[in-house]
């Protein structure tokens, strides 16, 4: 008797791997073509696409919902752990492989900790189909991948760091910068950003992203967050003595902080022991720490909020959330990521991200704050598309609190002038001149509707 068919969503991972599979190409254009080249080798009669920024991933995916996304390090626009929550957001079933060089393994290293399927060196591109094999019984068995490549460096790392980070914490070597928020009605400062910064003895000064993931690991984190938020409290009440409307000081929660059952009997007793307003003190959580589970995000978000604080979600665009969810929680303000502010000239998708995060937000009753504004010209666009708020070296570089404390009389032209630029291929003031290509608009409008929904 002949075996019976197998229904179909019972194929092989073998099977699947010999079919006509669609493949996204993240990478330099370059180089992607070369990816292109190996991968219809290796998976004869692959439908491959090539994309290398995240407007041309986000139409990709939504246009040819691709089995594999195969991310090439090379990629100069944006960074692979991105590519790979963005891949998730809007395609959860495909496989993520990145491709990787000798002198990428700490870049690679990273997106596997963060979930990617696979990777594999770029003269191994003729094992795709192996790895792609390999990755979707894995897959489907829910194991993790193969981590060879990562010989546990956090640990080893954490370990190096440990007994520093403790000797600087307790020897005074921790620093808080402050970075200032601006109003676009009035041009005055009406907050600061507490940052944290290492002066190292041997290494100089150190920025968070170099120490923050061994201290989370170590849990010197608590600790360290408890001061940070002591410092700003601090400098919160020497503001107000200032006289005037005070500008209030924002702190960053870690999401381990943010997970802490007892983190409002921390910011009380805080308060207590500072004396500071309540509301001088404002707290920035990332989209990572409260999409895991909204609900319990909103009722801690409330225990705050029930203090006094202000909470504003930060680095918002970088998780991709959806607009809707704004709806459920209860924020003052939405920090719009740098890496959008920074792209918004030369990529009409950004800005047009840029553009319906501000308008969703207004219809919310939540303030609006552009990060990391560098340049005149995106200063003017985006007070020109209603965003209230903005910070970013253009205003001024985050700075020592006395040289803060200085900035706090300091006034910028409201409305700012328009610089004197040459008129780009679009218009950002209309609607109608977004895309230079117009067949780009409904992959365009595709994935606006998926983020506002």
Not at 132 to 149: T, Y
Not at 401 to 407: E, K, P, V
Request: with cysteine.
């Amino acid at each position: 008797m002949l075996p019976a068919a197998r229904p179909a969503g019972d194929r092989t991972p073998e099977m699947m791997a010999h079919e006509r599979v669609r493949i996204v190409l993240v990478d330099d254009p370059a180089a992607a073509f070369r990816l292109e080249e190996a991968a219809r080798q290796a998976l004869p009669g692959a439908e491959c696409v090539q994309a290398d920024n995240e407007g041309a991933l986000c139409a990709a995916i939504l246009d040819v919902s691709p089995d594999i996304v195969l991310y090439g390090l090379h990629c100069p626009v944006f960074d692979g752990v991105t590519a790979l929550r963005l891949t998730r957001r809007l395609a959860p079933p495909a496989l993520f492989l990145v491709v990787a060089d000798r002198h990428d393994r700490d870049r690679a290293a990273a997106c596997l900790w963060e979930g990617a399927d696979d990777y594999l060196a770029r003269r191994e591109l003729a094992r795709l189909e192996q790895v792609v094999i390999a990755a979707r019984i894995r897959k489907r068995s829910q194991a993790p991948p193969d981590r060879r490549l990562l010989r546990e460096p956090r640990p080893r790392v954490a370990a190096d760091l440990r007994e520093d980070l403790q000797r600087g914490l307790t020897q005074g070597q921790l620093r808080v910068h402050y970075h200032a928020t601006v109003s676009f009605a009035t041009g005055r400062i009406v907050g600061f950003e507490a940052l944290l910064r290492w002066k190292h003895p041997r290494r100089g000064l150190l920025l968070p992203h170099h120490f923050v993931p061994a201290a989370e690991e170590t849990g010197l984190i608590e600790p360290i967050g408890r001061w940070v938020m002591r410092e700003a409290c601090r400098f919160a009440r020497v503001l107000s003595t200032d006289g005037g409307d005070a500008p209030a000081v924002s702190v960053n929660l870690s999401p381990l902080q943010f997970q802490r059952d007892d983190l409002a009997d921390q910011v009380s007793a805080v308060l207590a022991e500072t004396g500071v307003d309540a509301r001088r003190l404002r707290f920035d959580v990332t989209e990572s720490a409260i999409l895991d589970d909204l609900g319990a995000a909103s009722r801690k978000l409330d225990r705050l909020k029930s203090l006094g604080t202000a909470v504003d979600i930060d680095d918002f665009g970088t998780g991709y959330a959806s607009l809707n969810c704004l709806r459920s929680l209860p924020i003052d303000a939405v920090k719009i990521d740098r890496s959008l502010i920074d792209r918004m000239a030369s990529e009409p998708g950004e800005m047009a991200m840029v553009r319906s995060v501000v308008q969703v937000a207004a219809r919310l009753g939540i303030a609006s704050v552009a990060e990391g504004v560098r340049r005149q010209e995106d200063a003017v666009q985006l007070g020109r598309m209603g965003c209230q708020f903005a910070q970013g070296y253009f205003f001024s570089p985050p700075v020592h609190a006395h040289d803060a404390r200085g900035l706090v009389a300091r006034r910028w032209p409201s409305p700012l002038p328009s610089p004197r630029v040459e008129r780009p291929a679009w218009d950002a003031e209309d609607d109608r001149g977004f895309l230079r290509d117009p067949q780009q608009l409904p992959s365009l409008l595709r994935l606006i509707d998926r983020l506002g929904s």
